[in-house]
């Protein structure tokens, strides 16, 4: 039962430098969100996705870019990263609009 | 836009005791769902318990139940018989019922539960 699963756990990286967090569901879900959890601001949905080949900007999305080439994979881009990206990420996943939402175990991301 | 607050940051409660956790939220849509999830040192998301705004009966989760006062915006979650592995953020979440922008969580600022032995 893997769920929903992000790649890498822990990241650390220099300012100006690119990375791609890798998020998969393995529950045939259509809907997939990205979403960042700050101190005190709970968390804040930066892109989302409804299907295949589809994405959207959600709360946050300046920073980011995301792609859904293949229904279980969503992958969230920083091309510039910077200080202000220091941040949890989590993916989450749905099967419909009006079902329970799946979240990874999130990924710490340190930008220095 | 929808906002969800949490006004208290942080609470502890001795075990086996009662703790009350509030939220109140903002919305103008009719029909929504409110959460509660539970998130451990380990970073996991986890549902606690789900409301459905036309739903006037309070769910309830074995020891967790919530109070939930439409015309207020108020939802609070109720712990009973609380114990060590109760000790957690909790957040309180927000989502519209036909939202045809996804399944988008509001989240709350979060609450810190620590539960004294």
């Known amino acids: 039962n893997a769920g929903v699963t992000q790649t890498p756990k822990f990241r650390v990286l220099k300012t100006g430098q690119s990375m791609t967090l890798l998020c998969a569901q393995d529950?045939?879900?259509?809907?997939m969100y990205w979403y960042r959890q700050d101190p005190g601001m709970g968390l804040r949905l930066i892109h989302y996705?409804?299907?295949?080949?589809?994405?959207a900007k959600g709360e946050v999305p300046d920073g980011y870019n995301v792609s859904r080439l293949k229904k279980q994979n969503f992958l969230l881009g920083l091309e510039s990263a910077a200080p202000s990206q220091t941040s949890v990420y989590f993916c989450?996943?749905?099967?419909?609009?009006?079902?329970?939402?799946?979240f990874g175990q999130g990924t710490r991301l340190t930008v220095v | 836009a929808q906002t969800v607050t949490q006004s208290q940051p942080e609470m502890s409660v001795q075990e086996a005791e009662t703790v009350t956790l509030s939220c109140t939220y903002d919305t103008s849509e009719s029909d929504y769902y409110l959460f509660w999830y539970k998130q451990p040192p380990s970073r996991q998301m986890i549902l606690v318990i789900r409301q459905e705004a036309y739903k006037q009966q309070n769910a309830t989760e074995n020891r967790f139940s919530v109070n939930f006062q439409k015309a207020a915006k108020s939802f609070s979650l109720k712990i009973s018989d609380s114990q060590l592995g109760d000790a957690a953020m909790y957040f309180c979440?927000?989502?519209?019922?036909?939202?045809?922008?996804?399944?988008?969580?509001?989240f709350g600022g979060g609450t810190r539960l620590m539960v004294k032995p």
């Open positions: 529950m045939n879900h259509e809907y």
């Open positions: 989450a996943s749905s099967y419909t609009v009006n079902t329970e939402a799946f």
């Open positions: 979440a927000y989502r519209n019922r036909n939202n045809n922008a996804g399944n988008m969580l509001t």
């Open positions: 996705s409804v299907g295949e080949g589809t994405t």
